[in-house]
Nanobody, 124 residues
């Protein structure tokens, strides 16, 4: 049973930075793509970034150039470095995993395992 535990959320002013982490346990970490999604109040959950098992990355247009997704296979942990944060980045951020043999996906409905979520609040 795969389990995901997120950490690193918080409140920052616009222009600041935060680093989210997602600790994965219960299965072979390198067999999974790692994804970060976010859900703002009243909105649907949307992809932020994905890193595949081979290390390829994909970003939402809204965060490209500001956010960096990474994975530490030795520590079974995924990270999302968020720089130049904007008020519109305010949301609950969730990490998720997807078996690599299923291929890449940016749709939340294709992800079945989720962390508990961590709140990110950016004030202007």
């Amino acid at each position: 049973q795969v389990q995901l535990v997120e950490s690193g959320g918080g409140s920052v002013q616009a222009g600041g930075s935060l680093r989210l982490s997602c600790a994965v346990s219960g299965d072979t970490f390198t067999s999974y793509h790692i994804a970060w999604f976010r859900q703002a109040q009243g909105q649907e959950r949307k992809m932020v970034a994905v890193i595949t098992s081979s290390g390829s990355t994909n970003y939402a247009d809204s965060v490209n150039g500001r956010f960096t997704i990474a994975r530490d296979n030795a520590k079974n942990t995924g990270h999302l470095q968020m720089n130049a944060l904007k008020p519109e980045d305010t949301a609950v951020y969730y990490c998720s995993v997807r078996r690599s043999y299923l291929g890449f996906s940016g749709r939340s409905s294709d992800y079945k395992i989720w962390g508990q979520g961590t709140q990110v609040t950016v004030s202007s």
